[in-house]
Nanobody, 126 residues
Framework: QVQLVESGGRLVQAGGSLRLSCAAS????????VGWFRQASGKEREFVAG????????SLADSVKGRFTISRDGAENTVYLQMNSLKSDDTAVYYC???????????????????WGQGTQVTVSS
């Protein structure tokens, strides 16, 4: 199975940018669909972005379209979440997740993912 470790979360001012990383170990990451989710205090975990095996297909939540992008680097076994124009509503713990699935699939439901990282805190100050 694959182990996931997120990094890059920190305190940032509104309007700023962050890049989160999701590094995989244990197995090659290239056969997994990957997603980013977030959970704010007192709220349910929600989908943020997802990407398929090759990185050719991706999906973003409506709340982050135009501000966030997801990408993957097969050589480094890492998936990135570039977050621009951050808002206070983006404050949450961000998790990456991975799933073995068909090559073209981008998965949006947390129930579709079998492997999860421990999360990284993003705090946006207004």
């Amino acid at each position: 199975q694959v182990q996931l470790v997120e990094s890059g979360g920190r305190l940032v001012q509104a309007g700023g940018s962050l890049r989160l990383s999701c590094a995989a170990s244990g197995r090659t990451f290239s056969n997994y669909a990957v997603g980013w989710f977030r959970q704010a205090s007192g709220k349910e975990r929600e989908f943020v972005a997802g990407i398929n095996w090759s990185g050719a297909s991706s999906s973003l939540a409506d709340s982050v379209k135009g501000r966030f992008t997801i990408s993957r680097d097969g050589a480094e076994n890492t998936v990135y979440l570039q977050m621009n124009s951050l808002k206070s509503d983006d404050t949450a713990v961000y998790y990456c997740a991975a799933a073995v699935t068909s090559p073209s699939y981008v998965l949006r439901s947390p129930n579709s993912y079998a492997f999860w990282g421990q999360g990284t805190q993003v705090t946006v100050s207004s």
